[in-house]
C-alpha cells in the first residue's frame, strides 16, 4: 500500500513484513527526501510499524550530510520513550557505505532519542530485509 508518493520518493507499507519502504530516487538528499523521512517516521508512529527500509542506493556517491539527513531526524522525530523498538535499515551505494563506515563516530549513537532505536547500513537490499525480518 503507497502511503506517499513525490517525484523523488514514494513511501509504501508491506503487510506480509509489518515493514515500510521509503524508496529515494533523486540523485542527492535534499529538502524532497527530509520531507519523505519525516512522513515516514510519522507513519511509524502512527501506524504502530517498528521496521523501516530506507533505499537510499540510487543517489549520489558519498555525502558529508548523510548523518544530519538520516540519522538527526530520529532525535528530533521520534519521541525518547517508544512503546516497542523500532530497527531502520539503510540500503546505500558500496562508495556510500564505505564512506559512511570510514566516517563512523561512536558519538552519533549519542543522537539517537531512544535505545529502543537501531539502524545499520547495508550494500544489499536483500541483507537489509533479512535484518529487519529477524529483528
Known amino acids: 500500500m503507497t502511503l506517499y508518493q513525490s517525484p523523488d520518493a514514494s513511501l509504501t507499507y508491506h503487510p506480509d513484513s509489518d515493514t515500510l519502504h521509503l524508496s529515494y530516487n533523486a540523485t542527492r538528499l535534499d529538502v524532497s527526501f527530509g520531507q519523505a523521512y519525516q512522513v515516514a517516521l510519522q507513519e511509524m508512529l502512527h501506524q504502530n510499524v517498528g521496521k523501516l527500509l530506507l533505499d537510499l542506493k540510487r543517489n549520489a556517491p558519498p555525502v558529508d550530510d548523510t548523518d544530519e539527513w538520516v540519522l538527526e531526524p530520529l532525535a528530533r522525530h521520534l ?44 550494500t544489499s537490499r536483500r541483507e537489509a530485509s533479512a535484518w529487519l525480518q529477524a529483528n
Not at 535499515?89 to 557505505?97: T, W
Open 79 to 122: 519521541p525518547a520513550e517508544l512503546t516497542h523498538p523500532i530497527f531502520i535499515a539503510a540500503v546505500l551505494s558500496e562508495g556510500q557505505y564505505q564512506y559512511q563506515i570510514g566516517s563512523y563516530l561512536p558519538s552519533i549513537g549519542s543522537t539517537l532519542a531512544s535505545e529502543q532505536i537501531e539502524f545499520n547500513y547495508f
